[in-house]
């Protein structure tokens, strides 16, 4: 009997030991890589390129040049996005030269129903496909929606979540003072 317990531990203690290595390795694994996280403020906006709904290639760094810029990533399942909308809408009205808001599509498969959405809400501002969700992606965008108000140096001044009024109200005032220093 002591002879099949000895043979029993041989057997497992290997086994066991490769267990506890690959255990440890696939821990240091997990703990070395860093994980992206979404940009900040003070940070250099990645730069892009996207198709517009209307077919036209739109270059963030053109943008830039002329007006402060406000990338708003959103989907159409996204409740919170549907209901900004208007918001950045209002936004966009009220800073027609001024500002310009990018809707950032992440679900670029659903083109009907983004078209359906900028025509009912009259949006006065292009819907960018993110396909292959490389724009959301540069930014690290991990919630929706997420907007990044971007200056004309391309340096993001504010990461905002979800927006309302006291959002608008933020984005205006801060509107407004870039504009006083330009």
């Given amino acids: 009997m002591a002879t099949a317990r000895s043979k029993s531990r041989s057997y497992h203690s290997p086994?066991?030991?490769l267990c506890v290595f690959l255990g440890l390795l696939l821990i240091l694994s997990v703990s070395c890589t860093k994980k992206k996280t979404e940009l900040e403020a003070g940070t250099m906006a990645p730069d892009f390129r996207a198709e517009t709904?209307?077919?036209?290639?739109?270059y963030l760094n053109a943008e830039i040049k002329t007006r402060p810029v406000l990338i708003s990533f959103f989907?159409?399942?996204?409740?919170?996005?549907?209901?900004?909308?208007?918001?950045l809408a209002t936004l966009q009205r009220k800073?027609?030269?001024?500002?310009?808001?990018?809707?950032?599509a992440i679900d670029p498969e659903n083109v009907d129903e983004h078209h359906t959405l900028a025509k009912?809400?009259?949006l006065p501002f292009p819907i960018l496909l993110d396909k292959n969700e490389r724009i959301k992606t540069a930014y690290g965008v991990e919630q929706l929606p997420s907007t990044f108000l971007v200056d004309?140096?391309?340096?993001?001044?504010?990461?905002?979540?979800a927006i309302g009024d006291p959002?608008?109200?933020?984005?205006?005032?801060?509107?407004?003072?870039?504009?006083?220093?330009?």
Avoid at 75 to 87: F, I, K, M, S
Avoid at 95 to 104: A, G, I, M
Avoid at 152 to 161: F, W
């Fill in 15 to 17: 086994f066991l030991g």
């Fill in 53 to 58: 709904l209307t077919g036209q290639t739109l």
């Fill in 75 to 87: 989907a159409t399942w996204c409740d919170p996005c549907r209901a900004e909308l208007p918001l």
């Fill in 95 to 104: 800073f027609p030269k001024d500002l310009q808001v990018l809707l950032v």
């Fill in 120 to 122: 009912a809400l009259s």
């Fill in 152 to 161: 004309r140096q391309g340096v993001i001044r504010s990461v905002l979540k």
């Fill in 167 to 182: 959002e608008v109200q933020y984005l205006e005032k801060t509107v407004l003072k870039a504009l006083e220093n330009h």
